[in-house]
């Protein structure tokens, strides 16, 4: 099965790293065009000048910070210019953050849903309306496995996580009529510049591969995952193969989760 994207348009936030910049890759790969958006000026426009050199398709880079909601007004209105249409959405920019529950702040909350929830809710509320009067659409939420089992020492980001699953649910009910398919990705271990940075901060002497590879032993099929893996069921999602897909959330996990 050849899968294409050709025609397509794809915003991804968090695309300079990672899983975001995997997909980014993957779409392109399948004859997408990319937005890319990310904080950091150097590493969204450096990873955008890779993928388009690398794939031959229109891709460029975007600063915007997700928490900030004129940051993704300014986001919206420059990829729209540039771009005929935005027909994906990959809400995917984020981090962990938890911890015990009396530890978290309300200044901490708010963030989290700023930048997991809101950022998610903002976004989609400027590409739904096109996507819903051009009759195609895929949006994709990144969560992780915490979503559907949330567990202690696990806030702000199981809840935050959860209630993505929720809007999930919600924007696929309102898009299913209209072609616009919604569904979440829940994550469980996948190597990305995360691991990079626990590898940096562990001040180990082990190497970065090694530092992985204990860090997959754990796990059930004894590795991390990989981005590429990752992102090639998103791409999936976001072609016509994936047109009768919505409303779902998927772990990607290599069975972490107890969860179906
Ligand atoms: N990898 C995993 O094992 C795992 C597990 C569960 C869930 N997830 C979720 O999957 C998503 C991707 O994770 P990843 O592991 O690929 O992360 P990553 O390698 O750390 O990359 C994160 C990306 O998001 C961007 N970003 C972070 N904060 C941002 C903000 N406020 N505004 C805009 N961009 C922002 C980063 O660039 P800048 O710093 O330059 O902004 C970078 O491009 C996240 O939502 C994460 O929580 C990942």
Same mark, same amino acid.
């Given at each position: ?53 690398? #794939?031959?398709? #229109? ?6 910070? +997700? ?12 990829? !729209? ?45 400027? +590409? ?22 949330? %567990?202690?020492?696990? %806030? ?13 649910? +919600? ?59 990752? %992102? ?8 016509? %193969? ?5 409303? #779902?959330?998927?772990? +990607?996990?290599?069975?972490? !989760?107890?969860?179906?």
């Amino acid at each position: 099965m050849k899968i294409s994207m050709a025609g397509r348009t794809a915003l991804i936030t968090g695309g300079s790293k990672g899983l975001g910049y995997a997909m980014g890759q993957k779409f392109a790969e399948a004859g997408a065009d990319v937005a890319l958006a990310a904080r950091t000026e150097t590493e969204v426009m450096a990873a955008a000048e890779t993928i388009q050199s690398t #794939t031959g398709q #229109t891709v460029k880079g975007y600063v915007c910070d +997700v928490a900030d909601a004129t940051s993704l007004l300014n986001l919206h209105k420059a990829v !729209s210019e540039d771009f005929k249409t935005i027909d994906i959405l990959i809400n995917n920019a984020g981090f962990a953050k938890a911890g015990a529950f009396e530890s978290i702040t309300d200044a901490e909350w708010q963030y989290d849903f700023d930048l997991k929830l809101m950022a998610a809710v903002r976004l989609t509320r400027l +590409v739904f309306p096109a996507m819903k009067a051009n009759r195609w659409g895929r949006i994709i939420n990144m969560l992780n496995t915490l979503a559907k089992t949330p %567990a202690k020492g696990s %806030a702000p980001t199981s809840v935050t996580r959860a209630a993505g699953m929720a809007l999930t649910k +919600v924007l696929a009910g309102e898009g299913a009529a209209h072609n616009v398919l919604v569904n979440a990705l829940n994550i469980g271990r996948i190597e990305s510049d995360q691991i990079v940075r626990a590898h940096q901060a562990s001040g180990a002497n082990d190497t970065l591969k090694d530092f992985i590879a204990a860090a997959g032993q754990s796990l059930p099929m004894g590795r991390l995952g990989y981005a590429d893996e990752c %992102a090639s069921l998103a791409c999936l999602l976001c072609s016509d %193969a994936g047109g009768y897909i919505s409303g #779902t959330a998927i772990n +990607v996990d290599g069975n972490l !989760s107890p969860a179906l």
